[in-house]
């Protein structure tokens, strides 16, 4: 269903864009920090998971449209590069001015992991992400497109959660790596930047 270029690629991009500065990784950061690695840890997860229901959005959007109309997923990639390169574009101009985020409230685990869950899950840019990054790896070619898109949506949402953990469990050892390295922050976006822009321009060269 998907060839290992396929896999590999959207591997690569799916990590440097997860470990790029952005409001879910600071978050997990900054609780991690905060009040204990196993908190950051369960936020996180939260978060990761709920990349899920962006998935299955993608994954109905995209059969949708190929059932309808090949010329509509056609469309729907080539909006999906512009925006792609209009957020790339957003990161190579970012000056790295992400924080990690402090928590001053004991919570438990499970609330912290709901509330990540819930923050990425009805959080609208991420929707609009999900269906913009998941199609440009798509082969229609190959057949089982909606399953494509639930596999690649998959991969992100298992990958990121890996990330996640990680950041939350070594979040002291980030935090300080970060307070000594502030220019990381900006070479990570201009990082994560130059891939949106790569995927959006490949697309719309490659129609």
């Not at 879910?24 to 196993?38: T, W």
């Not at 449209?65 to 590069?81: E, N, Q």
């Not at 923050?119 to 998941?134: D, G, T």
Request: hydrophobic share 55%; aromatic share 8%; charged share 10%.
């Amino acid at each position: 269903m998907l060839s290992i270029e396929q896999v590999l690629g959207f591997l690569t991009a799916a990590v440097l864009i997860t470990l790029s500065p952005g409001p879910d990784n600071m978050m997990v950061l900054g609780i991690g920090m905060a009040k204990g690695r196993a908190r950051g840890m369960a936020f996180g997860l939260g978060c990761a998971l709920g990349c899920l229901s962006h998935t299955v959005l993608a994954t109905l959007g995209v059969s949708a449209l190929i059932a309808a109309s090949p010329a509509a997923f056609t469309l729907l990639k080539v909006a999906g590069g512009l925006y792609l390169v209009w957020l790339g574009l957003q990161a190579l101009r970012s000056r790295g001015g992400a924080r990690a985020a402090t928590v001053t409230a004991s919570e438990p685990l499970s609330t912290l992991f709901a509330k990540g869950l819930l923050a990425n899950a009805i959080n609208p840019k991420v929707v609009l992400f999900f269906l913009s990054f998941l199609p440009q790896f798509v082969v229609a070619a190959h057949g089982h497109a909606n399953l494509q898109t639930a596999a690649l949506g998959l991969i992100f949402t298992v990958q990121a959660a890996l990330l996640f953990g990680l950041l939350g469990f070594f979040s002291g050892s980030v935090g300080a790596w970060l307070a000594r390295r502030p220019s990381a922050g900006m070479w990570l976006d201009r990082l994560a930047g130059g891939i949106f822009v790569a995927l959006g321009l490949k697309l719309l060269v490659a129609r």
